[in-house]
């Protein structure tokens, strides 16, 4: 996977956003500048420089059969804040073929990213995108 | 013990999560997109609106730490109009949380370390963890 290369992506964090998405999922307000800590996730997915549905449809991965989050990890070096805006870097991790229940045989997606303010990390974030793979089901390894 | 409960997850506010996230799969916007594939008949709550939940629970029980990293398993689905419970049981700063939709469906397992906010250095930022 280390032939693709995802473009780098922004992602500006305004506090109408962050007032918006605390409403939506019944968060607790705001302390000072201080956004959502979900806000790690939002701003690695939505700033980096491709679609993560693009980024799954260029690598012939079926998105749209009904793309599911599976994992994710997030580790935070500071908080997040509103007003701001962050560098996004992301990279194709992994990409694995594994038995599935609910499909038969799955692609696990893993991207790996990284949201920086002023050239200081502020999260690492690791994902992975699960969809049914087209084609015959794959037999478990054992 | 802590918990965090919301009634009904609003089918409305997937839009906005999709627009920030840059996610444009159907089945969080369109209900019969998630019903052909075999969701079901109501549109799919986005992964990490789900995650946020048992966020807003450790904000809630401990608004005096910082998240320093989340450790997440998404299990299933959680669907518009579902009422879901986050709750989590704590070792000293780590919460292991679960969200759960009604009536014992687990579908969100995670492990989410806290912090307190005074270990930065004064700037925001914690020390390089090595």
């Known amino acids: ?135 015959p089901a794959v037999q478990a390894p054992a | 013990m802590s918990a965090w409960e919301l009634g009904a997850v609003p089918a409305g506010a997937m839009a906005l999560w999709c627009e920030a996230l840059g996610d444009d799969n159907a089945i969080h916007v369109d209900p019969a997109a998630a019903e052909a594939l075999g969701f079901g008949p109501r549109t799919v709550n986005p992964g990490p609106t789900n995650l946020a939940y048992l966020l807003n629970m450790v904000m809630e029980a401990r608004p005096d730490r910082e998240i320093c990293s989340i450790e997440a398993a998404l299990l299933g689905n959680v669907l518009a109009g579902d009422g879901v419970l986050a709750r989590g049981t704590w070792d000293q700063d780590t919460c292991d949380a679960e969200l759960v939709v009604a009536p014992d469906n687990v579908v969100l397992r995670a492990r989410i370390e806290t912090d307190g906010r005074d270990s930065d250095d004064g700037e925001g930022f914690r020390s390089q963890r090595l």
């Open chain 1, 1 to 135: 996977m280390d032939h693709f290369a995802i473009p780098p992506g922004r992602f500006l964090l305004s506090a109408g956003l962050d007032d918006a998405i605390r409403r939506s999922c019944a968060a607790p307000q705001r302390r000072a500048k201080e956004a959502h800590p979900v806000f790690a996730f939002v701003a690695a997915l939505g700033g980096m420089g491709a679609r993560v549905g693009d980024v799954c449809r260029a690598l012939g991965l079926a998105f749209d059969e009904g793309a599911v989050l599976g994992r994710c990890r997030i580790d935070y070096d500071a908080p997040l804040t509103v007003d701001t805006g962050y560098d996004v870097a992301a990279r194709v991790v992994s990409l694995e073929r594994k038995a599935s229940r609910r499909f038969g045989a799955a692609d696990h997606l893993t991207l790996g990213m990284t949201v920086s303010a002023a050239g200081r990390p502020h999260a690492r974030v690791s994902l992975t995108t699960i969809m049914p793979a087209p084609g």
